[in-house]
């Protein structure tokens, strides 16, 4: 599947921070009003190219919980300033259904250098489709022979998505391995990257937009 994260080239925020294998995070729980200005920063900006524009406003944090919303006007993506490479992260979640047209959520990890894509790789460990919120998909984006945008993909895993659950993903040299509440699905073993990339969830303009989509995150946990 072609990635939408190539946008990322043209927005007018850049995340930064210490390439490298960092050490484990404090858990970031989102009891505050607005992000962590240290530790994330939210995209805003127009991309002439994809007509994608990226609105840090719909990126809130309120109640314990940061949410990601878009809709017609905007769509939303939230990166960390930290750069690691491998480790751990799981994220407490839910998505709210039925879902709009035209929408995807993804996390995934994106290479600390926006030009070095997909040289760098790209993991996509939750991408989802599905309006009704009850499957989601997972890539691993390189280059190919041709230098060229390619991946492996892992297939669909089925869950009430609309329920919280703990979506993970485990990055070490030899692995990638996503799972879903503890339970591992899919490992990949090839293509996989091996310097520094950060965490970024988004909501993803895949085609023409009808309604909205929101995803709610309650926490999430990094360990180098």
């Known amino acids: 599947m072609k990635s939408w994260l190539v946008v990322v080239l043209m927005l007018l925020t850049a995340c930064s921070g210490d390439a490298g294998g960092s050490p484990p995070q404090a858990p970031e729980d989102f009891d505050g009003s607005a992000l962590d200005a240290t530790r994330w920063v939210a995209y805003n900006g127009f991309n002439q190219a994809s007509g994608e524009t990226w609105q840090a406003a719909q990126c809130t944090v309120s109640d314990g919980l940061l949410r990601l919303r878009a809709d017609s006007s905007g769509i939303c993506g939230v990166a960390s300033r930290t750069q690691r490479t491998y480790g751990k992260t799981e994220v407490r979640a839910r998505f709210p259904a039925p879902a709009g047209q035209g929408l995807a959520p993804v996390f995934l990890y994106w290479p600390e250098h926006d030009a070095d894509w997909p040289q760098a790789g790209e993991i996509d460990w939750l991408e989802c489709y599905d309006t009704s919120r009850q499957s989601f998909g997972s890539w691993i984006h390189y280059a190919g022979p041709g230098g060229g945008d390619d991946s492996d ?7 009430d998505m609309t329920q919280w659950h703990t979506y993970g993903v485990e990055w070490s040299p030899s692995q990638v391995r996503v799972s879903v509440d503890g339970q591992v699905w899919h490992v990949y073993s090839r293509h996989l990257p091996t310097g520094p ?7 993803n303009r895949i085609g023409p937009v009808t309604g909205t989509a929101e995803v709610d995150i309650d926490w999430v946990h990094e360990s180098g």
């Not at 993909?153 to 869950?159: E, I, L």
Request: net charge neutral.
């Open 197 to 203: 990339m950060h965490l970024v969830f988004q909501i």
């Open 153 to 159: 993909y892992a297939g669909d895993f089925r869950v």
